[in-house]
């Protein structure tokens, strides 16, 4: 994980039922080979994400909490540099993402931003501004 402490506390955890009951009403999703993605709109300044990894992908409880683990640390590198604030970001693990390599899940959850729109603009390096 690359992220610092500081970028950690500008993304917010949803833990209840009822906000990922929200998002996914909302229909709003991407899906990617390491990734779903989820998101809806949260009328805040502030950012969060949940995580979500089914009984259906392991049986196993350790290798599940090893996709969270893994989709926790891929969350906090790329939502707050790349991701919209303001917004609810659900990220649900698939089989793949067990075995993924970490760059290409972080490539996948860009990915998926940028197909939904939800991708920050970022300036080029060689412009002042």
Not at 21 to 50: M, P, Y
Not at 103 to 127: A, F, I, N, R, V
Request: charged share 35%; with cysteine; net charge positive.
């Amino acid at each position: 994980m690359f992220a610092s402490k500081e970028q950690m506390k500008e993304i917010g955890r949803l833990k209840k039922r009822a906000d990922f009951l929200r998002v996914q009403k909302e229909r709003r999703k991407w899906v990617a080979k390491g990734v779903i993605l989820q998101l809806a709109d949260n009328n805040t300044a502030q950012s969060r994400f949940g995580l979500t990894v089914t009984r259906r992908l392991d049986k196993s409880a350790v290798q599940r909490n090893r996709m969270k683990r893994r989709l926790k640390a891929v969350a906090y590198d790329i939502l707050p540099a790349h991701a919209k604030e303001g917004v609810d970001y659900i990220l649900i693990g698939r089989p793949e993402t067990k075995t993924r390599l970490y760059s290409d899940l972080q490539k996948d959850l860009k990915w998926c931003l940028g197909k939904m729109g939800y991708l920050k603009e970022t300036k080029p390096k060689d412009e002042k501004q």
